[in-house]
């Protein structure tokens, strides 16, 4: 695991919370030239943390760079879940009391499609959205919250055809619980990013160009969908 130290809407329960909602406006633009992120003099460095997996282990140079006037708290592990984040999502925000919550979760879960592969697409659809209001829930006291949509291009079939329905599912979710979406696979295919050089030969890891597009793409959602007070 990495740890770097450095409106209102419904909560995943019901409840009533201050959360600062929005939709990034960046998600299928080009790619923004690599740059450090700006604030008003007058404001504290945003207390950003960000939950992920290998692509955020990747990403996490290019996030510090650009996150340098921030106070940016990485949280990331290769090859995991969902369901494996969701028993420490609650203590890491309680820990480090974020302004903005990201969560760049899924690429495992379309790579893995257990349940797709037992019981049948209808069936891991309901398991998979059960797992993401799971987390949602355990995330609700952060004040304000962004989930990175994975891709949606694998080397293999399978995954291509999990993501297909995972992603649909995320996309449901996300909009029911009114939380920020940034969609890595919307900007990847907006700019040719399948083309051009941003992913290893697996289609889904990245490249150094895509280290950087990949922080940015999350540190433009953050300035869209959650700017500093």
């Not at 633009?29 to 007058?42: D, K, L, N």
């Not at 460095?45 to 290019?62: C, E, F, H, K, W």
């Not at 959205?129 to 962004?146: F, G, M, N, Y």
């Amino acid at each position: 695991m990495i740890v770097a130290t450095a409106a209102s809407c419904t909560r995943a329960d019901g409840a009533a919370t201050s959360r600062r909602i929005g939709t990034p406006t960046s998600t299928t633009a080009g790619p923004r030239p690599a740059r450090v992120t700006t604030r008003p003099e007058s404001s504290r460095p945003q207390r950003i943390t960000i939950i992920g997996d290998s692509l955020v282990v990747q990403a996490s140079d290019a996030l510090r760079f650009a996150a340098q006037h921030e106070s940016l708290d990485l949280n990331a592990l290769n090859g995991t879940t969902v369901a494996d984040w969701t028993p420490l999502v609650a203590s890491i925000v309680a820990r480090s009391q974020p302004d903005v919550l990201v969560i760049a979760l899924g690429t495992n879960d379309n790579l893995k499609g257990v349940e797709a592969n037992r019981i049948g697409p209808s069936g891991a659809e309901v398991s998979y959205r059960t797992r993401l209001e799971q987390l949602l829930r355990a995330a609700a006291d952060a004040p304000c919250l962004i989930w990175v949509e994975p891709s949606g291009q694998g080397f293999t079939g399978s995954y291509q055809l999990n993501a297909f329905a995972n992603n649909r599912v995320l996309s449901s979710v996300l909009a029911e619980q009114r939380v920020a979406a940034a969609s890595w696979d919307a900007r990847q295919t907006a700019s040719g990013g399948y083309r051009n050089g941003w992913n290893t030969i697996d289609t889904i890891h990245l490249t150094d160009l895509g280290e950087t597009v990949y922080a940015r793409l999350i540190l433009d959602a953050v300035a869209d969908s959650c700017p500093p007070e």
